[in-house]
């Protein structure tokens, strides 16, 4: 058998300081997304509205959008390891909020969506510090694949248990103890971050002011298309496809007439899908082309959305909800590996920044859109469009991405 070190899939545990990385984010991510699930559930079960959820989804990642630039700026300039602490002491404190709200009986919508915005502008200065930082907890460059894909199958790997354990908490004893679960889930990145040795941070001086330094990220990626192309392309899929999620509490109490636990199943089956798509990404042999990948998951994702939307018979709408999840898991992780691999050191706070931008700024606006188009036309056929909207975005940058494979890409 070969030693842990030899396998590509876990590699990136050789460091120390990425395993402490990796385990604290593990127990964290697992919490957030119960807190998420719960969030959804709560204000679809007040209010009914598919739009509403829409709301609810755009008041939390539309902060980021806005100012994710800021904190990828932060990142650059400071020292990530303590903007990472702040970030997560003051997630704690949100979620103790939303935790007091509901379990003293205060359960409004205005006030959940106020919180939402907090934790928004919180992740804004804590995913860029973040994913910037596993460059610095990694002990060899070499394994820097692994480690952002094993870091992309917490999320995932969260993903397919927090929601179903959310269902379960949810009918159980209520939202406030998932609230009450995350917020203990953050001291899991707290001490993993105590216990970690790095070396002492040297604050970077710099006569330019903030404006400058985002005028400069842009003005890079306009020099490196090649990276600029991938992150439209997945601005284009954040805004027209990935916020099929906003309508699933719909698929799970009039498509499929279930409750909170249905709501969790179908969430942990896209879990699943995701778990598989980062295996197979983290596994993958050195000189895989990443663009064919790239490609091949959108379409994979667009399909299965179609066969979603239109499957009534539950244990079969599943098996696509998980090929779904592995399309959305690898397009996201593939598009995250080449920015940050193919990214100048110098530049990289900036550009992962703007690779959240692209994300949290089209998504809020796509969940919006998929609220209102659902009320209209209903959540099936709003699922499947987004489904056909994949597929057009494949076909459209697939000229792109093949010129690209013509050449090595790195591994």
Known sequence: MKKISELNLFRAFRSLNYTLYFFGRSVSQFGTWMQRTAVVWVVYSITHSAFLLGVTIFAETFPTFLFSIFGGIAADRYDRYRVIKITQITSMIQAVMLAILVLTGHTVVWAILVLSVILGIINAFDLPARQALVHEVVADPADLPSALSLTTATASLAQLLGPALSGIVLNAFG??????????????????????????????????????????????????????????????VSLLVLPYNTVLPVFAKVVFKGNAATFGYISSFIGIGAVIGTIFLASRKPGTHLRRILLLSTVIMGVALICFSQIKNFPVAMLFAALAGFGSIAQFTVSNIIVQSESDPAMRGRVISILLMAIFGMMPLGSLLVGAVSKHIGAPDTVSGQGIAALIIAILFSGFLRRKMSSAEPG
């Open 175 to 236: 939202a406030g103890v998932c609230f009450l679960l995350n917020a203990a889930s953050f001291g899991g990145v707290i001490i993993s971050l105590l216990l970690m040795k790095l070396p002492v941070h040297e604050p970077k001086k710099t006569e330019k002011k903030i404006m400058g330094e985002f005028v400069d990220g842009f003005a890079y990626l306009k020099k490196t298309p090649d990276i600029g192309l991938v992150i439209l392309m997945l601005a284009l």
